[in-house]
């Protein structure tokens, strides 16, 4: 393997772990949270459900709080999955604040569309209930990827 592909790969993989790490923010005092919290999914629709967790607070329970649900207490270092309100907005982003022994911290929790179209359009297999904008980012989309393989096997043959 030569070093322009590991460099690759290395480059790629911090983008993808930097996505999927979950953000928090400063608390009120201006010193980061001393806990680990996460939202997952961190984009959902109305109605659909989240889970959220805490790890490493010594107190007995987190207390989690939403525009886009009611509050939460995390016992113990156990998850829990709560519903968003079927009425929150879609495509606001709504902080989630986790709560701690006084140490606070959050993450976002983006609201999509409503998940009704789209598992519309996988049950009945047509693609007529996506919009133009959905169309496009899909074929992009496939279409990068094709042509990172392409460019891979290329190299690897020539290389």
Do not use: N, Q, W
Not at 24 to 37: I, K
């Amino acid at each position: 393997m030569r070093l322009t592909s590991v460099g690759s790969a290395a480059l790629l993989s911090a983008a993808v772990l930097s996505l999927a790490a979950p953000a928090a923010t400063a608390d009120g005092d201006g010193g980061p949270a001393s806990f680990g919290f996460t939202v997952s999914p961190r984009s959902v629709a109305p109605g659909e459900t989240v889970t959220l967790a805490a790890s490493g607070c010594r107190a007995p329970g987190v207390s989690v709080s939403s525009g886009a649900f009611g509050p939460v207490t995390l016992r113990h270092g156990h998850p829990a999955t709560v519903v968003v309100d079927p009425d929150a907005k879609a495509g606001k982003r709504y902080e989630v604040t986790f709560a701690c022994a006084g140490r606070k911290g959050s993450a976002p929790l983006l609201l999509s569309g409503t998940p009704d179209k789209r598992i519309r359009a996988v049950l009945s297999g047509s693609l007529t209930d996506l919009d133009t904008t959905e169309l496009v980012a899909g074929g992009v989309l496939i279409a990068a990827a094709l042509g990172g393989v392409l460019h891979l096997r290329r190299r690897a043959t020539h290389g």
